[in-house]
């Protein structure tokens, strides 16, 4: 397989998804699931997140994330942040440690010193193909999962889009845009942020999953929503509370993997 291609990245998501349902077979939280399997993605140089990450007119990389407990609707979410290879986990420190819910660029640099988060050189996150081709070639990950409690999570990472604007920040890190998690569902959105922005995608999708009662129905709804109000390739990926997974999309660049409570794997 080339470097970066479609069956390589989604042997990727397969891996990750694998990590997080370990995790809740074990009887793990949704949260726990969600943040490890970010992390996996995150450490994958073929995803844009963390390592990886795309590189700004500048030349420079900042990362946004954001993760959300649905049972308690707690949230952690940074942005703009250089020199950190996981921010999904530093996301999750600030959930924790609240009562912040939003820390951006130094601020969230100088928080992460504080939990023991170590920084790291920013060369070690922009791979030889970021600095030889400088293009922006793959998407946010995100990860959204139930657990045995039926407790919901959802966790967004991504470094970007290529050429960003210093200090730009998309939808990855914005609850009810990028991410969102209640009692009803979980939600992972990518795409074009500006856009995901000004539609609220995450949250449309739980709206619309209240009116109809049926994951894919509802990510297929907004979907047409979004096609309806803008051109664009985006993805979103539900899990709702009985367990039962669904996803959205309008390019074929986005792998998807989701198993179900018995370990059925479903990837495409």
Request: aromatic letters at 4%.
């Amino acid at each position: 397989m080339e470097p970066g291609s479609i069956p390589e990245r989604l042997k990727g998501v397969e891996e990750a998804a694998q990590a997080g349902w370990k995790i809740l077979t074990s009887g793990g939280s949704a949260v726990d699931a969600v943040e490890t399997a970010a992390m996996m993605l995150e450490d994958n140089p073929l995803f844009n997140a963390g390592t990886g990450s795309a590189l700004n007119c500048e030349g420079r990389i900042e990362t946004d994330a954001a993760i959300m407990d649905g049972h308690t609707l707690s949230t952690g979410a940074v942005a703009a942040v250089a020199g950190i290879a996981n921010p999904i986990q530093l996301a999750r420190r600030v959930m924790d440690v609240g009562p912040a819910v939003f820390l951006v660029a130094t601020g969230a640099e100088q928080f992460a010193r504080s939990q023991g988060i170590a920084a790291c050189e920013l060369e070690s996150l922009a791979t030889s193909h970021r600095r030889q081709e400088w293009e922006d070639a793959h998407g946010t990950v995100g990860a959204s999962a139930c657990d045995a409690q039926g407790r919901l999570a959802a966790a967004t990472s991504t470094g970007g889009h290529f050429n960003k604007l210093p200090g730009r920040v998309g939808d990855s890190p914005l609850v009810g845009c990028g991410t969102y998690a209640d009692r009803q569902i979980a939600i992972s959105c990518t795409g074009n942020g500006e856009q995901i922005i000004r539609m609220t995608l995450a949250r449309l999708g739980g709206f619309l999953y209240q009116q109809v009662g049926n994951a894919q129905e509802a990510c297929k709804m907004a979907l047409l929503q979004f096609e309806a109000a803008f051109d664009g390739e985006i993805g979103m990926i539900l899990v709702d509370h009985r367990g039962q997974p669904a996803f959205a999309k309008n390019t074929c660049t986005m792998p998807i993997c989701s198993i179900t409570a018995d370990g059925i794997l479903t990837s495409c």
